[in-house]
C-alpha cells in the first residue's frame, strides 16, 4: 500500500542527488489512485453494499479509521472535522451507504 511506497521513499531520500528528488511521483501517483480510485472508494462501496443495513457494521465505520490505523476508542472519539482533515475520511468513501439510508 502507499504507506510502503512512502517509507522506501523516505529512507533512500538520504542518499538522493539533485535529480532524484523527481522520483517523488511514484508514492504521489500510488497515493492518488489508492485514495481516487482502485482502492479505498472500491472497497468502501463493496462493504458498503454488503453491510450497510447491519448495526454493527455502521458502528464499525464509526470507529475504525479507512487508512491510517488508530485505536478504536482514539478514531471514534475524534470529530468529523478532524477524521477528514488528517485522516482521510471523506465523504465518497460512503457513497452507497449514502444511498442506502435513503431508500
Given amino acids: 500500500d502507499e504507506k510502503n511506497w512512502w517509507g522506501v521513499y523516505v529512507t533512500c531520500s538520504a542518499v538522493f542527488e ?22 479505498i472508494p472500491l472497497l468502501e462501496d463493496t462493504s458498503d453494499k454488503r453491510h450497510g443495513t447491519k448495526p ?11 487508512l491510517i490505523p488508530l485505536p478504536q476508542s482514539v478514531y471514534g472519539s475524534l470529530p468529523l472535522s478532524i477524521k477528514a482533515i ?9 457513497r452507497e451507504l449514502r444511498k442506502l439510508q435513503e431508500a
Fill in 18 to 39: 539533485a535529480g532524484m528528488w523527481a522520483s517523488v511521483v511514484g508514492p504521489l501517483f500510488i497515493t492518488l489512485l489508492l485514495l481516487h480510485v482502485s482502492g
Fill in 86 to 94: 488528517f485522516l482521510f475520511e471523506w465523504p465518497m468513501y460512503s
Fill in 56 to 66: 454493527e457494521y455502521l458502528e464499525y465505520k464509526k470507529n475504525v479509521s479507512c
